[in-house]
């Protein structure tokens, strides 16, 4: 078995730190490279008490950290679920092939209501090997 299939062989990359975000900006993430990467990566949502409302997690890829050629794009597995006050306290994962982003990644929070949400996002993949 390769290093490759190893779990020691995939890289954790913060997006978002944790944040008690009371808005759309507060949970979006700044454009991130995924250049490094191969095959799939993981954007791992980490979810902690909504006050109330909901937050729907969306994803946009674009050529560089500008977002020239901005689009959104979805992960294998489909939309995630809105998060909610019922379903807050819980991790989510969106799966990407890397083949099918621009180069860059962004994590857009779309907070619906005034209340706060504890959130963060974290990608892991594995990077590519020379």
């Given amino acids: 078995m390769s290093l490759a ?3 020691g062989a995939f ?3 913060t997006l978002l730190n ?3 975000a009371a808005d759309t900006a507060g949970a979006t993430s700044a454009y991130v490279a995924v250049t490094g990467y191969e095959g799939q990566v ?3 949502v980490s979810c902690g008490v909504i006050d109330d ?3 729907t997690i969306t994803f946009l890829t674009a050529e560089d950290g500008s977002a020239t050629g901005e689009a959104a794009i979805v992960p294998v597995g489909g939309a995630l ?4 006050t019922s379903n807050d306290v819980a991790p989510y994962i969106a799966v990407f092939n890397v083949s099918q982003l621009k180069g860059y990644l962004k994590v857009v929070g779309t907070k619906a209501s005034a209340g ?3 959130i963060s996002y974290t990608l892991i993949g594995r990077k ?3």
């Fill in 5 to 7: 299939n190893q779990m």
């Fill in 18 to 20: 944790s944040v008690d």
């Fill in 11 to 13: 890289t954790p990359l």
């Fill in 42 to 44: 993981a954007v791992v």
């Fill in 116 to 118: 706060g949400v504890l």
């Fill in 53 to 55: 409302g909901s937050l």
């Fill in 81 to 84: 679920t809105a998060i909610t």
């Fill in 128 to 130: 590519k090997t020379v």
